[in-house]
């Protein structure tokens, strides 16, 4: 957060905000690395590993929750905001952590749960207690309608007590009726993490300052989890009523943490992103105006659910690039002069992306260093969940044992109950699950693949013996670790990158993703063939196609075919101006004049690019134009 700061990417004399050209890494910690041998990753296991994030050149690193919790949902069912679970270490060992990350120049990023807690935080244990309790309204409850006046548990209404007939993102109803007090609980998750009420100014008071407590303790940030559920209009909770996202206070209550929680500190460079499903290209623009003061970037979906059918997110749709192209420019193109957008494709919530998006068995490097270029080439700020980094496919598990995540599980077993055939179910999970993205990282091969000297947690992918950190980073060309490595130096070093607008060209092709970037003279253009076979490219598509001398080559995957012909899967990244002038004689600050922008001149395409200067506590700077690119983010195609 910048506000101090500030999102400032349009077109004025302020500096852009640092995290336009930054690239953030998710760590899942519980599948990372395991430092003592009891299965499960560790903060200890994350401190041995920094040297990998460091060599990838990442900027963040956003930790999923490892606060104290029953691990429910694996950790995003906290019983204590304050303490770190025993089953990833200590305190000490997270300021250990922190201070480590700082020394290699990157900033650490907590995972934020609070539209609700565990059923066992302290807060919840009270408000249970009695309906008199101090803490009651800290959490929602209703009465249960007169028999036949509500719901009943399958969601029928008219046929049951339940105050509405909203479901459970990890099914069954989203009411839990506690006995001992006669009222039911709301639970949008499991019912072991009831929401809390963000209506009651004490809980909002008690929220910010836990908030404040971990700024204090130096960490860098918040991704906020499912923060656009946290203001439930209390109207909304009236029978039949289904709407409980975005209720009307939730600008305030983003408005408020950001007053109590970040505006003073004007010293840090911090970042806010706000996990928000179901989050309109509106809603962000009103997200994420830096002048709103909310939030810094939102964490959207559209795109991730282009392939649920209308059952549920396990109704499997075949892959349509056509409208993912369609949502992914929607977003571009709404953000473009206002707001800010996060670019991801996978995350702990998510199949693997190679798996769903590309080919994951004969053009696995191919395809994932296709769909990493094209992503991180988008305006926002890339993620990258770990694992990504080397190409990691779906687990692909055969039985339902083999699977720990709650909403697969349960999804499973209500729907088997329900009468449907299992086989078809594991069909359905084996594609979708979230557990495809939660297996151990496989550092190398053999036994546990170097996650863990013990039994982990939950099986590891079964091609981990080829798969892992040490046969990539060994791979040389086709690495997919460097692949990402020059991508996220790319964008350090390139303006173009970080700030350019975009232009999606050929919306309607159903094999090739292809787009410009420009700021000022300068443009990029990205040409990618999403298929398993050559493309040919027409000249018609982008000038750069018709003249004699192919621009520079900024990044690229594989040599491409001859002349106009794009191998399969292959991905370029091309650097070109309109009419490419001499270097030598070049005027470097005209085009960032003329833009209005205040950063010093973008590249050319017959110019080199300076690597952009890191500077204390991770800071990227746009470096002035200058000397070549390093070699190796730059190959010759074609
Ligand atoms: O996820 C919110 C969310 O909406 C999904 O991505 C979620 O996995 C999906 O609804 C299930 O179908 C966040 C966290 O990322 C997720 O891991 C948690 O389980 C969830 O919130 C509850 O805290």
Redesign the pocket.
């Known amino acids: 957060m910048s506000d101090s700061t500030t999102n400032d990417t349009g077109p004025t004399t302020a500096p852009p905000a640092w995290w336009t050209a930054a690239t953030v890494y998710q760590i899942y910690p519980r599948s990372f690395a395991d430092s003592n041998g009891d299965g499960v990753g560790d903060l200890g296991g994350i401190r041995q590993r920094l040297g990998h994030l460091h060599d990838l050149g990442v900027d963040v690193i956003w930790l999923s929750p490892i606060y104290r919790s029953p691990q429910a ?1 694996n950790g ?1 069912d906290i019983s204590d905001y304050d303490d770190v679970d025993p089953l990833f270490g200590t305190l000490d060992e997270f300021d250990a952590l922190l201070d480590e990350v700082h020394a290699l120049g990157m900033k650490l990023v907590m995972d934020l ?1 609070v539209n ?1 807690t565990s059923d066992e935080h302290p807060w919840f244990v009270e408000a249970r207690s009695s309906r008199d309790a101090p803490k009651r309204d800290w959490y929602l409850w209703r009465d249960p309608l007169p028999s036949g006046e509500g719901s009943d548990a399958a969601g029928t209404p008219g046929a049951g007590t339940y105050p509405t007939a909203w479901r459970s ?1 990890f099914s069954g109803p989203a009411w839990t009726l506690d006995e001992r007090t006669g009222q039911y609980y709301l639970h949008m ?1 499991a019912s072991k ?1 009831p929401d809390l009420n963000w209506e009651n100014p004490d809980l909002r008071r008690a929220v910010f300052d836990m908030m404040n407590r971990w700024l204090d303790r130096g960490v860098d940030g918040f991704r906020m ?2 923060i656009n559920h946290i203001a439930k209009e209390p109207s909304s909770l009236a029978p039949g009523a289904s709407h409980f996202v975005m209720g009307g206070q939730i600008h305030d209550h983003l408005r408020e943490m950001h007053r109590e929680v970040f505006a003073h500190r004007t010293d840090r460079e911090l970042i806010t992103v706000g ?1 928000m ?1 179901g989050v309109t290209v509106d809603d962000a623009r009103l997200f994420t105006a830096a002048d709103r003061h909310e939030l810094d970037m939102v964490f959207q979906f559209e795109h991730v659910g282009l392939d649920h059918g209308p059952a549920s ?1 396990f109704d499997n749709l075949p892959f349509d690039l056509v409208a993912l192209k369609r949502s992914l420019s929607h977003w571009q193109d709404g953000l473009a002069d206002q707001g800010w957008n996060s670019l991801y494709l996978g995350n ?2 998510q199949p693997r992306s190679v798996s769903r998006f590309g080919d994951d068995d004969r053009y696995r490097f191919e395809s994932a260093t296709l769909l990493a270029t094209v992503l991180h080439l988008h305006r926002g700020t890339p993620y990258v969940y770990q694992g990504d980094e080397i190409g990691m496919t779906n687990a692909g598990f055969a039985s339902i044992e083999q699977y720990r995540d709650i ?1 697969s599980v349960n999804w499973f077993d209500e729907s088997v109950a329900a009468g449907a055939d299992p086989e078809s179910l594991l069909e359905s999970l084996r594609f979708r699950s ?1 557990d495809n993205a939660r297996t151990p990282v496989p550092w190398s091969g053999g036994a546990a693949a170097g996650f863990s000297t013990g039994t982990p947690w939950i099986e590891g992918v079964a091609n981990h013996d080829t798969v892992n950190v040490e046969a990539d980073r060994a791979a040389g060309d086709r690495s997919v670790f460097e692949h990402y490595r020059r991508l996220i130096a790319l964008r350090h070093e390139s303006p173009v990158v970080a700030l350019g607008s975009f232009e999606l060209l050929a919306p309607d092709d159903e094999r090739l993703y292809a787009f410009t970037r420009t700021l000022g003279d300068e443009q990029l253009l990205v040409l990618a063939n999403w298929s398993g076979e050559p493309y040919e490219l027409d000249p018609a598509l982008h000038p750069a196609l018709r003249r004699r001398s192919v621009p520079q080559v900024a990044i690229g995957n594989v040599p491409s075919g001859a002349g106009l012909t794009l191998a399969p899967w292959a991905v370029r990244g091309l650097q070109s101006v309109p009419a490419p002038p001499r270097c030598a004689n070049r005027d470097s600050g005209g085009a960032a004049r003329r833009s209005g922008r205040k950063m010093s001149g973008a590249p050319r395409s017959s110019c080199r690019v300076r690597p952009a200067a890191r500077g204390a506590g991770g800071r990227v700077r746009h470096a002035a134009r200058g000397r070549a690119p390093d070699a190796s983010t730059r190959r010759t195609v074609g």
Do not use: G, L
Request: aromatic share 12%; glycine share 0%.
């Open positions: 949902d995003y749960v609700h993102a998750f993490q989890d499912v996990e499903p997110k702990h919530d909403e979230r």
